[in-house]
């Protein structure tokens, strides 16, 4: 680590930034000097264990056992084979954090330890996953308008910002973030990229890396980008799709099978097991007072629990193998999914949801390749179809049904609970307006 510090110094970087995200999908961080570097991936950095308890609004909730006074401390510890030069900010070095208990222990409330284990689990039932993120985001100008107006998905919207675009894409790939596309969504100044598959806690550190860079790249051409789930009552926010597959000795089990559209037993197994599930994935995929205002009916954000082959209103979204593609290609979209999200968390859950349906030999009921939203209440109650949680009430009831108090462990399940209790709390009897403006910076 000694070298890695020096040849960084040698290249005029002068800080790493270690990131992590909190319980409402907020990036966090500490930097040291680069000089410090050995001694914080041997010991850590320093930071409050209250953390775990901030809510969206930077407000802190001594609630759960452990977290009710501002005493103790957490060691913020470097991931060492993930640091990385930030090609948009030369004089920074950027790595994802794991947080250790003084001692050198597991904290209970580290989100990626928490993937960690859902990812062991899933060796030893035979299985390994990959996942990639789809993120769309908004661009405005500094002094407030939006970057661009025009038709939606029109390369005249990218050439307005080229040089952002051209940016953007050297810094990624400079950063080692390998991206499908960048291009212009439907939104107003909306864009969409989407990361390469990894394994996924890789993933989710890249979705991390990913915003960073982002972030930078606009600020050098004059520009915001915002992440919020909604930026607009009126019109469709931003989603951050979640695309996982499922494999065995190498071979995708959602493709190649006996099942409708190529799935094994196996692989619809793991889509039923997410459709079961939904609800309490949900939950945490999309947890914020924006993103329930986000989930409705209509607006492609998903608003009902079922699944559908390529269909983009579907909350799960099946994108079979094609003889184009190959059979790698095929993997489950999950759509009810945002910034304010935990990106360790939203994988651990689908992860566990999915390795249950597989335990359990779940099998998936048949697609719907329509758009439910537009059916009476009497045929999607015929059908089984449900709404996702649309209130905090909904929310709250979904995760204490579902199995995510398991996949969390109580102390953390306790720390996100109480902080959803108080996003609750805060946006009670505020108008649409100000709860939408109040998220717009924040991710």
Same mark, same amino acid.
């Given at each position: 680590?000694?070298?890695?510090?020096?040849?960084?110094?040698?290249?005029?970087?002068?800080?790493?930034?270690?990131?992590?995200?909190?319980?409402?999908?907020?990036?966090?961080?500490?930097?040291?000097?680069?000089?410090?570097?050995?001694?914080?991936?041997?010991?850590?950095?320093?930071?409050?264990?209250?953390?775990?308890?901030?809510?969206?609004?930077?407000?802190?909730?001594?609630?759960?056992?452990?977290?009710?006074?501002?005493?103790?401390?957490?060691?913020?510890?470097?991931?060492?084979?993930?640091?990385?030069?930030?090609?948009?900010?030369?004089?920074?070095?950027?790595?994802?954090?794991?947080?250790?208990?003084?001692?050198?222990?597991?904290?209970?409330?580290?989100?990626?330890?928490?993937?960690?284990?859902?990812?062991?689990?899933?060796?030893?039932?035979?299985?390994?996953?990959?996942?990639?993120?789809?993120?769309?985001?908004?661009?405005?100008?500094?002094?407030?308008?939006?970057?661009?107006?025009?038709?939606?998905?029109?390369?005249?919207?990218?050439?307005?910002?080229?040089?952002?675009?051209?940016?953007?894409?050297?810094?990624?790939?400079?950063?080692?973030?390998?991206?499908?596309?960048?291009?212009?969504?439907?939104?107003?100044?909306?864009?969409?990229?989407?990361?390469?598959?990894?394994?996924?806690?890789?993933?989710?550190?890249?979705?991390?890396?990913?915003?960073?860079?982002?972030?930078?790249?606009?600020?050098?051409?004059?520009?915001?980008?915002?992440?919020?789930?909604?930026?607009?009552?009126?019109?469709?926010?931003?989603?951050?799709?979640?695309?996982?597959?499922?494999?065995?000795?190498?071979?995708?089990?959602?493709?190649?099978?006996?099942?409708?559209?190529? %799935?094994?037993?196996?692989? &619809? =197994?793991? *889509? $039923? +097991?997410?459709?079961?599930? @939904?609800? !309490?994935?949900?939950? #945490?995929?999309?947890?914020?007072?924006?993103?329930?205002?986000?989930?409705?009916?209509?607006?492609?954000?998903?608003?009902?629990?079922?699944?559908?082959?390529?269909?983009?209103?579907?909350?799960?979204?099946?994108?079979?193998?094609?003889?184009?593609?190959?059979?790698?290609?095929?993997?489950?979209?999950?759509?009810?999914?945002?910034?304010?999200?935990?990106?360790?968390?939203? %994988?651990?859950?689908?992860? &566990? =949801?999915? *390795? $249950? +349906?597989?335990?359990?030999? @779940?099998? !998936?009921?048949?697609? #719907?390749?329509?758009?439910?939203?537009?059916?009476?209440?009497?045929?999607?109650?015929?059908?089984?179809?449900?709404?996702?949680?649309?209130?905090?009430?909904?929310?709250?009831?979904?995760?204490?049904?579902?199995?995510?108090?398991?996949?969390?462990?109580?102390?953390?399940?306790?720390?996100?609970?109480?902080?959803?209790?108080?996003?609750?709390?805060?946006?009670?009897?505020?108008?649409?307006?100000?709860?939408? =403006?109040?998220?717009?910076?924040?991710?």
């Amino acid at each position: 680590m000694r070298k890695t510090a020096e040849r960084l110094a040698e290249d005029g970087v002068v800080g790493l930034i270690v990131a992590w995200a909190d319980n409402n999908g907020i990036p966090r961080s500490r930097t040291v000097p680069i000089g410090q570097l050995p001694l914080a991936a041997e010991r850590g950095v320093g930071v409050s264990p209250l953390f775990a308890v901030f809510d969206t609004h930077d407000g802190i909730t001594y609630g759960p056992p452990g977290l009710s006074t501002p005493s103790g401390d957490v060691r913020l510890v470097p991931v060492a084979d993930r640091i990385v030069r930030l090609a948009g900010q030369p004089a920074f070095a950027w790595a994802p954090g794991r947080q250790m208990n003084a001692d050198g222990t597991p904290w209970p409330y580290d989100q990626r330890g928490v993937l960690q284990r859902q990812v062991e689990a899933a060796a030893r039932a035979g299985l390994e996953f990959r996942a990639g993120y789809e993120m769309e985001f908004r661009l405005s100008r500094e002094d407030g308008p939006l970057a661009v107006v025009g038709p939606s998905y029109s390369p005249r919207l990218m050439l307005e910002v080229d040089g952002f675009a051209a940016q953007v894409m050297g810094d990624l790939r400079a950063n080692g973030v390998e991206i499908g596309q960048l291009h212009a969504e439907y939104g107003p100044a909306q864009f969409e990229l989407n990361i390469a598959p990894a394994d996924p806690v890789t993933a989710a550190d890249l979705q991390l890396l990913t915003r960073q860079t982002v972030h930078a790249a606009a600020r050098a051409h004059g520009l915001r980008a915002c992440f919020a789930p909604l930026t607009d009552g009126a019109r469709v926010g931003n989603g951050w799709h979640l695309h996982t597959s499922v494999t065995r000795d190498g071979v995708n089990l959602l493709s190649g099978g006996d099942g409708p559209h190529g %799935l094994t037993a196996d692989g &619809a =197994a793991y *889509l $039923a +097991g997410l459709l079961r599930e @939904l609800p !309490s994935i949900a939950a #945490v995929t999309a947890p914020s007072a924006a993103s329930l205002l986000r989930l409705r009916p209509g607006f492609f954000s998903s608003a009902y629990a079922f699944w559908g082959v390529e269909n983009r209103e579907a909350a799960l979204r099946f994108v079979p193998s094609t003889g184009l593609l190959g059979a790698a290609h095929a993997n489950v979209e999950l759509k009810p999914s945002d910034a304010s999200a935990n990106p360790y968390l939203s %994988l651990a859950v689908v992860i &566990a =949801a999915g *390795l $249950a +349906g597989v335990a359990d030999r @779940l099998v !998936s009921p048949p697609p #719907v390749q329509e758009d439910p939203g537009a059916w009476t209440d009497e045929r999607r109650a015929a059908a089984g179809i449900h709404r996702l949680p649309a209130t905090f009430e909904e929310q709250r009831a979904a995760l204490n049904a579902g199995l995510v108090r398991a996949v969390l462990g109580e102390e953390l399940f306790g720390a996100f609970t109480v902080v959803r209790a108080a996003d609750r709390a805060w946006a009670e009897g505020r108008p649409v307006d100000e709860v939408i =403006a109040a998220h717009l910076w924040r991710y």
